[in-house]
């Protein structure tokens, strides 16, 4: 029987932990990150976890302690945001290669400069590339789930991977939603005991973390992650079933929404998707065939899913909350395109930066660019294909 909760979402994240009862919490705090440590190192305090939380003075050493804990053989986590994600820069990569499943919650924040507090999806996806599973929420629901499903990811025998559990920060960290926490003995028997492989305090078997890889052998180490990554995709999918019968609530690596028949959409992540949505809903009101495509699994990127997703799609607009400065467009505009080139599904395309810094993502601004993919299919001309939402010339 589900628990009916009124919660932040750095709340439900907090609780997620709580029941899942770690072995170890290295954090350093940072905003909008800084409530899930305060809230659970409380719960360390009350001895309602048995976890050793260990205070650090910076998030560099925070990841440094998450790769010593979980090298050891102790079920880890930790939280950030924004600077603090890009401190840990090095550490991510080395957690990565090590194969080590560590679960960080990643309350996403732009990053400076200029010094900014507020959402944007600029930290996180700078580590696209840092070899970690990366799963995104719309809502303090999702949040919560997506991590209770965390570990059993994670910690597959076919992954072992680190995994990054996203929010949008203050959107969903700070702002409060009726939610449904499962009970705590179901998240404890759904997680389940970890049983670590190859850690350093074996004392059956020896073994080494992060040695030196000389040439001979570097190139198949990084593709035994490439193959762990691919792996994962079907783990999640799995995970995402079993987690249906206990809570009801149904998972995929995207959600389509009133995409089967329609001619125009826009794909997008995060807290954007649910005003994507109300969007949605008021344009097919009026007899438009419009659809959305939310993202929730970024890494391990789902391309041809995506392609098979939108094959029928004639104007499609891919929304970034960053900029890759690469003068074409956003990090998700990329990969989406990729995606579509390399399954020979081809909808006219525009990508659009949008949100950052926190900027208001409205409904009408998004009906916008459902007005520009209406316009690029009566004139057969897409124009400018890399845009920017509602900033001000």
């Known amino acids: 029987m589900g628990i009916r ?47 050793v939380f260990v205070p650090v003075e910076s998030e560099h050493s925070a990841m440094s302690a998450c790769v010593g804990s979980e090298a050891a053989g102790a079920r880890t986590l930790t939280a950030t945001s924004s600077c603090g994600l890009a401190l840990m820069w090095e550490e991510l990569y080395i957690a990565a290669s090590c194969r080590l499943p560590i679960a960080l919650a990643c309350v996403n924040r732009a990053l400076s400069g200029p010094i900014n507090i507020n959402c944007d999806h600029s930290d996180s996806m700078g580590a696209r590339d840092s070899g970690w599973i990366q799963i995104y929420a719309e809502n303090n629901q999702e949040v919560y789930d997506n991590f209770v499903q965390a ?12 995994i990054m559990i996203c929010q949008d920060g203050f959107i969903t960290s700070h702002g409060v939603e009726n939610i449904e926490l499962l009970e705590d003995d179901v998240v404890k028997n759904f997680v389940g005991e970890y049983e670590p492989y190859g850690y350093l305090l074996d004392d059956e078997k020896g073994y080494a973390v992060g040695p030196y890889d000389n040439p001979v052998h570097y190139m198949e180490h990084k593709k035994q992650q490439t193959e762990a990554m691919k792996n994962a995709k079907k783990v999640i999918l799995d995970v995402a079933k079993e987690f249906k019968g206990i809570s009801g609530r149904e998972y995929g690596l995207f959600e389509e929404y009133k995409l089967d028949d329609a001619d125009m959409a826009i794909v997008i992540i995060g807290s954007a998707a649910g005003t994507s949505k109300d969007a949605v809903d008021e344009l097919r009101a009026e007899g438009k065939k419009v659809g959305l495509l939310k993202l929730r699994v970024f890494r391990p990127f789902p391309a041809e899913e995506i392609a098979e997703a939108l094959k029928n799609v004639k104007a499609l607009a891919i929304m970034d909350r960053t900029d890759s400065y690469s003068s074409q467009g956003g990090p998700l505009g990329a990969e989406v395109r990729g995606a579509l ?4 599904v081809a909808p006219k395309t525009v990508n659009y930066v949008y949100g950052l810094g926190g900027r208001d993502v409205k409904v009408e601004n998004i009906k916008e660019v459902y007005a520009a993919l209406e316009e690029i299919l009566a004139t057969g001309c897409v124009g400018e294909k890399f845009r920017y939402l509602s900033v001000r010339e």
């Not at 570990?151 to 680190?162: F, G, Q, S």
């Open 151 to 162: 570990y059993r990811i994670a910690e597959h025998k076919d992954v072992r991977l680190p």
């Open 5 to 51: 909760e009124r919660l932040s979402g750095n709340e439900a994240v907090a609780n997620a932990m709580r029941q899942i009862n770690p072995d170890v919490m290295a954090a350093f705090p940072i905003t909008p990150s800084t409530e899930i440590p305060q809230y659970f190192s409380t719960y360390v305090a009350n001895g309602k976890v048995d976890t």
């Open 341 to 344: 080139f390399s399954a020979g």
